[in-house]
């Protein structure tokens, strides 16, 4: 149990364009959702977080107007990347947080397995 | 915010031998501590965690410790193998898991043969 999805898992495009990302938990339902990102050789930072049916709350010095993220569904959330550049290539890890209904669930974060965007 | 150091960043170690790995926080209303191991463009994984209720913490050949009153928690790999290569990132969170995680800066292991 306990399966979250990434899609696509790379995306190269062009710069200026935009990218969306898609982070699915399988078989449970996520009131919450996190999305990091992860520079070659680098920590995850946290970009956000997302909970259902709720505006997002962002880190300090993550610019909400170009990371865009909508958790419409308790099984999805989606990032979008606008107007991409190249420092914006990066790995984008997302993960998941269970409903309190489930103490296991609930009391853990599940890791997605990451996409890969590079920006030309 | 919390800050999570984490030294070294790389170890190498011969195998059979141990791995310590050490982090340090600032927020001291932290009180969850998982540690992650990540693999190559791969997702990490939890491979154990301690409370702040707790001063150790064991699991087969990892071990896990933490001093609250100086605010550092370790991680002790024993019988190191092959495959304990990889990246392993401390973090730490108030009220656990589900919550937003402060990661360190990640410590790349290499178990040499």
């Known amino acids: 149990g306990a399966v979250v999805s990434q899609h696509p898992s790379w995306v190269i495009c062009k710069s200026g364009t935009s990218v969306k990302i898609e982070c699915r938990s399988l078989d449970f339902q996520a009131t919450t959702m996190f999305w990091y990102r992860q520079f070659p050789k680098q920590s995850l930072m946290l970009m956000a977080t997302?909970?259902?049916?709720?505006?997002?709350?962002?880190e300090q010095g993550v610019e909400k107007d170009k990371f865009l993220i909508n958790h419409a569904s308790l099984t999805l959330s989606t990032l979008t990347v606008t107007s991409a550049h190249p420092e914006d290539s990066s790995f984008y890890i997302c993960?998941?947080?269970?409903?309190?209904?489930?103490?296991?669930?609930?009391?853990?974060?599940?890791f997605g397995p990451g996409t890969r965007l590079t920006v030309l | 915010g919390e800050n999570v150091e984490q030294h070294p960043s790389t170890l190498s170690v011969q195998e059979g031998d141990s791995a310590v790995i050490k982090c340090t926080y600032s927020d001291s209303a932290s009180n969850y501590f998982p540690w992650y191991k990540q693999e190559l463009g791969k997702r990490p994984q939890l491979i154990i965690d301690?409370?702040?209720?707790?001063g150790e913490k064991k699991d087969q050949r990892i071990a896990v410790t933490l001093n609250k009153t100086a605010k550092h928690f370790s991680l002790h790999i024993t019988e190191t193998q092959p495959e304990d290569s990889a990246v392993y990132f401390c973090a730490a969170s108030i009220g656990g898991g589900g919550n937003k995680l402060t990661f360190g800066t990640g410590t790349q292991l290499k178990v040499e043969l």
């Open positions: 301690i409370r702040s209720n707790v």
């Open positions: 997302s909970n259902e049916g709720s505006k997002a709350t962002y």
């Open positions: 993960s998941a947080r269970g409903t309190t209904g489930s103490a296991t669930y609930y009391n853990e974060q599940f």
